[in-house]
Nanobody, 122 residues
Framework: KVQLVESGGGSVQSGGSLRLSCVGS????????LGWFRRAPGREREGLVA???????TYVESVKGRFTISQDIPKNTIYLQMTSLSPEDTAMYYC????????????????WGQGTQVTVTS
């Protein structure tokens, strides 16, 4: 059974940075597409980034250059380094895993974690 646990969310001022972590069980980076999406109140889910087993990544345009996904395979953990945060980035952030088509547009169709809240204040 795939289980994902996110951490690292919190409140930060505009322009600040946060690093989110996601520890997986029942899933390995060698076999699964892993990534992040977010959901803000009153808005649709937004796929942010996905990393394929081969290591290739895709990002939504709105976070390119600001967010970076990375993985620590021995720790079965992926990270989302977020910089230059703005209030528009305020949302619940979810880690996801799926075993088929891999890109940020469909990452939310996989298995999710419980989410971690990110709040950016101006």
């Amino acid at each position: 059974k795939v289980q994902l646990v996110e951490s690292g969310g919190g409140s930060v001022q505009s322009g600040g940075s946060l690093r989110l972590s996601c520890v997986g069980s029942g899933v390995t980076a060698a076999n699964y597409c892993l990534g992040w999406f977010r959901r803000a109140p009153g808005r649709e889910r937004e796929g942010l980034v996905a990393i394929a087993p081969a290591g290739t990544t895709t990002y939504v345009e709105s976070v390119k250059g600001r967010f970076t996904i990375s993985q620590d395979i021995p720790k079965n953990t992926i990270y989302l380094q977020m910089t230059s945060l703005s209030p528009e980035d305020t949302a619940m952030y979810y880690c996801a895993a799926k075993d088929s088509t891999c890109n940020h547009l469909v990452i939310d169709s996989g298995t999710w974690g419980q989410g971690t809240q990110v709040t950016v204040t101006s």
